[in-house]
């Protein structure tokens, strides 16, 4: 944006308006999976927006242009006004999408929301085979609720989508989470290599497969993309360790996206508070729209002013936007650096050495994802 | 439950929008705009036109006449055009048939 040659007074009057909003409702999730990307410095109940607070930002959100509204956590469902929510987002014109871990949804709610506007459901399934999926999630039946939801979720004629968070001990039945989304009616899957933040970052060497392991897995998803055309959409995610160009983290920072924390914390990315001295503006005292032309967190590294080299002076830049600030940060001690995950990174050799060493050793116990003794 | 199948669109396919889809005028930005689960699909002009006439109800051919008539073009013409727009759309989850 700021390299652009026209001079311009103000940049906010060329900002195009974010897309989605992200709204992690709240972050109590009767789960424990060891691969969540909250912070490990979870947000308490106590300090969670009210409906009408959540209500409010999501008119603002369509006000300001976004599109689809993504109602995550956490497990979304432990609000009791999620339906009052969804009511509301789908009010203003919002595509509402409920990213659940369908454990605690049951029928009658499914369609209370749907009654209410829900557009779409996301379910994650830790794993294909039950006993291994209520290890990782440290929850005994989970999967054959996850099942159930799903069928009931294909009933009421909602979309539905299946999450498959991959790691060194499911990616070895990628088929099979292919074969168990279709069998389910789901429309669309996602085959996502776990992304190393929070509880993942924490457990990275539990999970982290080897590049064998995910080039087999991307393959298998090559074949069932030709073979599904029309039937399953799958989305790939692949673990960013292996690659030698990184993701545009959120289209770029501050391009498209806005995270709202469950206690109203306004963030480019949900892993951007682990950026120290970025600050964050709380919806509670800010409008929507205000934060997303002026927040600091938000100015402080969109376009491509703030980069280094090799950053700065590479054709990729803003295709990339130079990747994860968190994960350069992370890895190289400051968020302005290349994402470790481009090979034009001095570290690149060291993360991928990292992966390398991790996923051929014996994978120390699980870190489950808890909150912190108050 | 029956295996799902791939719907494939001919003249007899009588389109409509997939359920959890949605179309619309993108206010913010201008032009329209389909809503799916995890996308957001900008369709051309002629997509836009085609997609209001996706009512579950016309099939493939009433579609191309109609738009025959308002451009004065040759219905086979259109038909030729639309049916593999439609299958595209079908295959991304955009419609249903
Ligand atoms: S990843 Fe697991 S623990 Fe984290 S919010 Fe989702 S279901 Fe809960
Ligand atoms: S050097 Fe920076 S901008 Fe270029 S490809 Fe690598 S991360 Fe992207």
Same mark, same amino acid.
């Given at each position: 944006?700021?390299?652009?040659?026209?001079?311009?007074?103000?940049? %906010?009057?060329?900002?195009?308006?974010?897309?989605?909003?992200?709204?992690?409702?709240?972050?109590?999730?009767?789960?424990?999976?060891?691969?969540?990307?909250? /912070?490990?410095?979870?947000?308490?109940?106590?300090?969670?927006?009210?409906?009408?607070?959540?209500?409010?930002?999501?008119?603002?959100?369509?006000?300001?242009?976004?599109?689809?509204?993504?109602?995550?956590?956490?497990?979304?469902?432990?609000?009791?006004?999620?339906?009052?929510?969804?009511?509301?987002?789908?009010?203003?014109?919002?595509?509402?999408?409920?990213?659940?871990?369908?454990?605690?949804?049951?029928?009658?709610?499914?369609?209370?929301?749907?009654?209410?506007?829900?557009?779409?459901?996301? $379910? %994650?399934?830790?794993?294909?085979? &039950?006993?291994? +999926?209520?290890?990782?999630?440290?929850?005994?039946? +989970?999967?054959? !609720? !996850?099942?159930?939801?799903?069928?009931?979720?294909? !009933?009421?004629?909602?979309?539905?989508?299946?999450?498959?968070?991959?790691?060194?001990?499911?990616?070895?039945?990628? =088929?099979?989470?292919?074969?168990?989304?279709?069998?389910?009616?789901?429309?669309?899957?996602?085959?996502?290599? *776990?992304?190393?933040?929070?509880?993942?970052? &924490?457990?990275? &060497? +539990?999970? #982290?497969?080897?590049?064998?392991? #995910?080039?087999?897995?991307?393959?298998?998803?090559?074949?069932?993309? *030709?073979?599904? !055309?029309?039937?399953?959409?799958?989305?790939?995610?692949?673990?960013?360790?292996? +690659?030698?160009?990184?993701?545009?983290?959120?289209?770029?920072?501050?391009?498209?996206?806005?995270? $709202?924390?469950?206690?109203?914390?306004? #963030?480019?990315?949900?892993?951007?508070?682990?950026? /120290?001295?970025?600050?964050?503006?709380?919806?509670?005292?800010?409008?929507?729209?205000?934060?997303?032309?002026?927040?600091?967190?938000?100015?402080?590294?969109?376009?491509?002013?703030?980069?280094?080299?090799?950053?700065? %002076?590479?054709?990729?830049?803003?295709?990339?936007?130079?990747?994860?600030?968190?994960? =350069?940060?992370?890895?190289?001690?400051? =968020?302005?650096?290349?994402?470790?995950?481009?090979?034009? %990174?001095?570290?690149?050799?060291?993360?991928?050495?990292?992966?390398?060493?991790?996923?051929?050793?014996?994978?120390?116990?699980?870190?489950?994802?808890? #909150?912190?003794?108050? | 439950?029956?295996?799902?199948?791939?719907?494939?669109?001919?003249?007899?396919?009588?389109?409509?929008?997939?359920?959890?889809?949605?179309?619309?005028?993108?206010?913010?930005?201008?032009?329209?705009?389909?809503?799916?689960?995890?996308?957001?699909?900008?369709?051309?002009?002629?997509?836009?036109?085609?997609?209001?006439?996706?009512?579950?109800?016309?099939?493939?051919?009433?579609?191309?006449?109609?738009?025959?008539?308002?451009?004065?073009?040759?219905?086979?013409?259109?038909?030729?055009?639309?049916?593999?727009?439609?299958?595209?759309?079908?295959?991304?989850?955009?419609?249903?048939?």
């Amino acid at each position: 944006m700021t390299s652009a040659p026209a001079p311009v007074s103000d940049t %906010s009057a060329r900002l195009a308006p974010p897309v989605g909003l992200l709204a992690e409702l709240t972050h109590r999730c009767p789960l424990q999976c060891p691969y969540c990307s909250n /912070p490990l410095e979870l947000e308490r109940a106590k300090d969670e927006l009210p409906t009408d607070v959540w209500q409010r930002v999501f008119q603002d959100a369509a006000d300001l242009g976004v599109l689809q509204l993504h109602l995550s956590g956490g497990e979304p469902a432990v609000r009791t006004d999620l339906e009052a929510l969804v009511a509301h987002g789908a009010g203003a014109g919002l595509y509402t999408n409920l990213i659940t871990s369908g454990v605690t949804l049951n029928e009658s709610r499914l369609h209370a929301l749907r009654d209410a506007g829900l557009a779409h459901v996301q $379910i %994650s399934l830790q794993d294909v085979d &039950a006993a291994n +999926a209520d290890r990782l999630a440290h929850y005994e039946g +989970a999967h054959a !609720k !996850k099942l159930r939801l799903a069928e009931a979720v294909r !009933k009421t004629g909602l979309a539905l989508t299946l999450n498959a968070p991959i790691h060194r001990h499911n990616v070895m039945r990628t =088929a099979d989470f292919i074969d168990l989304a279709v069998a389910a009616g789901a429309r669309r899957l996602e085959i996502a290599h *776990v992304q190393y933040y929070g509880w993942a970052l &924490a457990n990275r &060497a +539990a999970l #982290m497969p080897t590049r064998a392991q #995910m080039d087999e897995s991307i393959a298998i998803v090559e074949e069932a993309r *030709v073979r599904l !055309k029309g039937i399953l959409t799958i989305d790939l995610v692949v673990p960013d360790y292996y +690659a030698i160009r990184p993701k545009p983290c959120m289209g770029g920072w501050g391009r498209g996206l806005i995270t $709202i924390t469950p206690s109203g914390k306004a #963030m480019p990315c949900h892993a951007a508070a682990t950026i /120290p001295g970025l600050l964050f503006d709380n919806v509670r005292d800010r409008p929507l729209a205000e934060i997303w032309t002026s927040s600091a967190a938000f100015a402080q590294f969109r376009g491509t002013d703030w980069m280094l080299e090799p950053c700065r %002076s590479c054709d990729l830049r803003e295709r990339d936007w130079g990747g994860c600030r968190c994960q =350069a940060l992370a890895f190289t001690g400051d =968020a302005r650096n290349a994402d470790p995950a481009c090979a034009k %990174s001095g570290w690149h050799a060291a993360f991928t050495a990292a992966a390398a060493a991790e996923a051929s050793a014996e994978p120390p116990p699980f870190r489950f994802r808890r #909150m912190a003794a108050p | 439950m029956t295996a799902p199948k791939r719907a494939i669109i001919d003249s007899a396919s009588r389109p409509r929008l997939a359920p959890s889809t949605m179309l619309r005028e993108d206010k913010a930005r201008g032009g329209w705009i389909i809503l799916a689960p995890e996308r957001v699909f900008t369709p051309d002009a002629v997509a836009v036109e085609v997609l209001h006439l996706c009512d579950g109800v016309r099939n493939c051919a009433e579609i191309a006449q109609r738009l025959a008539a308002t451009y004065e073009a040759e219905t086979d013409v259109i038909l030729a055009d639309i049916v593999p727009l439609l299958q595209d759309l079908a295959d991304k989850g955009v419609i249903a048939a």
